[in-house]
């Protein structure tokens, strides 16, 4: 959990001193894909103190769920149905679940939730 | 402190996200809000404005296209141009103050202090100068005032308005008291302009003991102004608007 924090934070850091800003008309796209990554750095902080924690798992969730979210909030776009709908559901009910876990997790280390 | 794979796989894919966020967040983006209402109507009112805006220019455009070509086909018959110069005559000689014009308004009647006690230490303080005829002046322009004359001179752009001893120098030539000022305009503002509580004429009034006697008039005869305009230095540069 700490270790998210501070990744988050210093990348922010890093984001705000880079000189690089995104192009506006795919702003829906990133945003999407960044509620995608959101989820799935829950999702390895939970497995993470589950001591389930899998590289290839993690990976390929960090990457192909982003790339699929803006894929889906792309062909959204292109048929003029909100797709993006589905991914914005989808990951934000997994964040807190994931949350929810992560919480769990850490109140009672010792419990039965472990 | 022990890192194992995963928090540091954790810590350097969340590096990545914050990029990520703050990038976002740095291009200001307007938040997708989802249409109120009454940002609708708003909307609305701005389009319907801008609308009837846009049909104002269009109609003056026409306007002005009409105009244009009815000066070119003046061109070609003698007695309808001449008709269209006597118009524009007319209307340079009442800008200039050449033509006498006729219309409501109102008479200010300005005397010096008729009391026999006066007013302060100073004699100067009963007298009626130069300022305060000028002070009134400007409250009649501001209120609107198309044609102004004081004791029957015109006042014109050229028109000096100086203190000459006991009288006042207009158009080249002494007036004194009693100063009559007459103006042509919207009776309504040009009585407030002098009449109302605060105003420079009610403070000569009230408070100097000044005589001052403003006057509604439906139909004031303002005379031409007698003079010319020589212009010895000043030369005409350029075509202006109108």
């Known amino acids: ?114 | 402190m022990q890192i194992d794979k995963g928090k540091f796989l954790i810590l350097v894919s969340s590096i990545g996200l914050g990029i990520l966020i703050s990038t976002m967040m740095k291009s200001n983006l307007e938040s997708y809000v989802p249409v109120t209402l009454l940002s609708l109507e708003v909307m609305q009112e701005d389009l319907k404005f801008i609308n009837s805006e846009v049909n104002e220019l269009k109609d003056e455009f026409k306007e002005k296209e009409e105009e244009l070509k009815s000066i070119k086909g003046l061109s070609y018959s003698d007695s309808t141009i001449v008709d269209k110069l006597n118009i524009d005559l007319v209307s340079s000689k009442s800008i200039s103050g050449h033509m006498a014009l006729e219309g409501p308004g109102i008479i200010i009647k300005m005397y010096d202090n008729p009391e026999d006690e006066i007013i302060g230490q100073d004699v100067n303080d009963d007298v009626i100068h130069d300022v305060d005829v000028l002070n009134i002046l400007n409250d009649l322009r501001v209120a609107g005032a198309e044609a102004i004359s004081i004791n029957g001179e015109r006042v014109v752009s050229s028109s000096e308005l100086k203190c000459r001893g006991p009288v006042i120098g207009i158009n080249g030539i002494s007036i004194g008291t009693p100063f009559i000022i007459r103006a042509i305009g919207d009776q309504k503002l040009l009585m407030a302009a002098v009449n109302a509580p605060g105003t420079y004429g009610d403070a000569l009034k009230n408070i100097f003991a000044i005589g001052f006697e403003p006057e509604v008039e439906d139909d004031l005869f303002i005379p031409a102004y007698s003079g010319n305009f020589s212009f010895k230095y000043a030369k005409p540069k350029g075509e202006g608007d109108k």
């Open chain 1, 1 to 114: 959990m700490i270790f998210a924090l501070i990744g988050i934070l210093v990348g922010a850091v890093i984001g705000f001193l880079l000189p690089y800003t995104y192009n506006t008309a795919y702003s829906l796209y990133i945003t999407v894909a960044i509620l995608a990554s959101l989820d799935s750095v829950f999702g390895g902080i939970r497995s993470n103190l589950e001591n389930k924690f899998d590289i290839k798992v993690f990976l390929s969730g960090f990457f192909g769920n982003s790339i699929l979210a803006a894929f889906l909030a792309y062909i959204g776009d292109r048929l003029g149905v909100p797709l993006y709908f589905a991914a914005i559901f989808t990951f934000g009910g997994r964040i807190f679940d994931n949350f929810a876990s992560i919480r769990r997790l850490l109140l009672y280390k010792t419990s039965q939730y472990k």
